[in-house]
């Protein structure tokens, strides 16, 4: 998901004047994941832990165990003096999905319960997400399924400017390439960065 060359965002042509986006509420893009995964990082599980009154590291482990699943990551890096950037790949965590139509348990009556405490890629849809605003093609093939992206594709909705865009563009490959770091310096074991996960969560 974010295979960055660099620590510049891309952002297509098409955006460089600004997107428009309104969320409709939905309620489609916390379903039917069949082509893709609501990643968690550290400061979204910690955020989600405390919205939900989770304590400690056995009610953390119930939380995991009914609400996340490993789910596989990567990260385009050059190290310092090396001569290529290549790419790392390792585990973090998503949401469990549940049901025939793959639904976030959070979602009720097509409304986040978890609103205020949502995941960082929940609240920076669609231009926090790097793979949507450096690819037009994708951003049209997530139109199809939200009727918001579909709009700003009409220059409907809520203007974000370049600038702002950059900016959640920039905090979605920051909080990444943290994750990448913390995952790096564990010898990207991802049950030294939580030490609350069942073992059996990795199959
Ligand atoms: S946390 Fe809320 S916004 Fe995010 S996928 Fe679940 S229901 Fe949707
Ligand atoms: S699919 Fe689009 S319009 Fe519907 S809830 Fe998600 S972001 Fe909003």
Request: proline share 2%; aromatic share 16%.
């Amino acid at each position: 998901m974010n295979d960055l060359a660099s620590h510049t965002i891309q952002l297509a042509k098409k955006f460089e004047n600004g997107v428009y986006f309104t969320c409709e509420m939905c309620g489609s893009c916390c379903q039917g994941f069949k082509e893709g995964e609501v990643y968690l990082y550290q400061d979204d599980i910690k955020k989600l832990a405390k919205h939900l009154n989770v304590k400690g590291n056995s009610e953390l482990r119930e939380f995991a165990k009914k609400y996340l699943k490993v789910v596989s990551d990567s990260f385009f890096w050059k190290e310092p003096g090396a001569t290529r950037a290549k790419t790392y790949r390792y585990k973090t965590l998503g949401f469990k999905f549940i049901g025939d139509d793959e639904h976030c348990q959070f979602l009720k009556d097509n409304e986040c319960t978890v609103h205020e405490a949502r995941p960082f890629q929940c609240r920076a849809f669609p231009i926090g997400w790097n793979m949507l605003i450096n690819s037009v093609k994708n951003f049209i093939d997530y139109s199809k399924k939200c009727p918001a992206l579909h709009n700003s594709l009409e220059n409907k909705g809520k203007y974000y400017s370049k600038e702002e865009i950059l900016k959640w563009a920039s905090e979605e490959y920051e909080i990444e390439k943290t994750f990448f770091f913390t995952m790096k310096k564990n010898d990207f074991n991802i049950f030294k960065v939580y030490s609350f996960l069942p073992k059996d969560m990795v199959s």
